[in-house]
Nanobody, 117 residues
Framework: QVQLVESGGGLVQPGGSLRLSCAASVSISDIYVMGWYRQAGGKQRELVATITSGGTTNYIDSVKARFTISRDNAENTMYLKMNSLTPEDTAVYYC???????????WGQGTQVTVSS
């Protein structure tokens, strides 16, 4: 029921930065948890970062010092600021939201991030 629209992916050089956006069709204050996943070619989709309606954030170890997940309730948008990008960050990034505990998750369409020189 939650529609998610991603933007901000693209091609960057190693060491560069990108900010991904995920615009939701509902007030994100009503969403239990939102997060970003990524899937590199030939790899399993992995969780990158999450943020709850209360503002609690979690990151996988490989991005913790470089990525920041945040949300703007007024714009109903979640962000992933990615700094110091490396080729290992190359993947399709997916926005995810679970509106209530135990409810089905919603997914964005995915946006390609390519880090290459």
């Amino acid at each position: 029921q939650v529609q998610l629209v991603e933007s901000g992916g693209g091609l960057v050089q190693p060491g560069g930065s990108l900010r991904l956006s995920c615009a939701a069709s509902v007030s994100i204050s009503d969403i239990y948890v939102m997060g970003w996943y990524r899937q590199a070619g030939g790899k399993q989709r992995e969780l990158v970062a999450t943020i709850t309606s209360g503002g609690t954030t979690n990151y996988i170890d490989s991005v913790k010092a470089r990525f920041t997940i945040s949300r703007d309730n007024a714009e109903n948008t979640m962000y992933l600021k990615m700094n110091s990008l490396t080729p290992e960050d190359t993947a399709v990034y997916y926005c995810n939201a679970r509106r209530r505990y135990g409810a089905p998750a919603s997914w964005g369409q995915g946006t390609q991030v390519t880090v290459s020189s």
